[in-house]
């Protein structure tokens, strides 16, 4: 299995809602996946149900990666998401992303932190 990076997880995970979500969750994710975003952890569960929310949100989506590094079973990337919500807002954030690889390419980890761009009425 090739290793994955932020632009395939994010699209197939949350811009491609014709695609089953356990599907794209076996293509990208570990079964033992943990997430903190901006502090708050998430497992597995709670990432996909996460993901379920903005699927439900989310029209559509850009990732724009500045910066990424890869180093052994480290990933590393910067990377703004413009995203095109169903209501017809639109929200625009930057992502500064430290992640950890499993043996098969499946992100094991991800550590994010994230911040909102343009006025504070756009955070969702």
């Known amino acids: 299995m090739p290793r994955t990076d932020i632009r395939a997880a994010l699209h197939d995970l949350v811009f491609s809602p014709e695609l089953d979500l356990n599907e794209a969750a076996e293509r ?3 079964p033992d996946y943990v997430q903190h975003t901006d502090g708050n952890p998430l497992d597995r569960d709670a ?3 996460h993901i379920t929310h903005l699927r439900e949100s ?3 989506g850009v990732i724009e990666v500045h910066q990424e590094l890869f180093d052994g079973d480290q990933y590393a990337d910067r990377h703004t998401a413009t995203i095109s919500m169903k209501d ?3 929200l625009r954030m ?3 992303l430290f992640g950890e690889f499993a043996a ?3 992100f094991r980890r991800v550590d ?3 911040l909102v761009l343009g006025p504070p ?3 969702h």
């Open 94 to 96: 930057e992502v500064h």
């Open 28 to 30: 990208h994710i570990t």
């Open 58 to 60: 989310v029209a559509s």
């Open 47 to 49: 990432f996909l149900a």
């Open 104 to 106: 098969d390419g499946r």
């Open 112 to 114: 994010e932190t994230t």
């Open 88 to 90: 017809g807002s639109t």
């Open 121 to 123: 009425a756009d955070a």
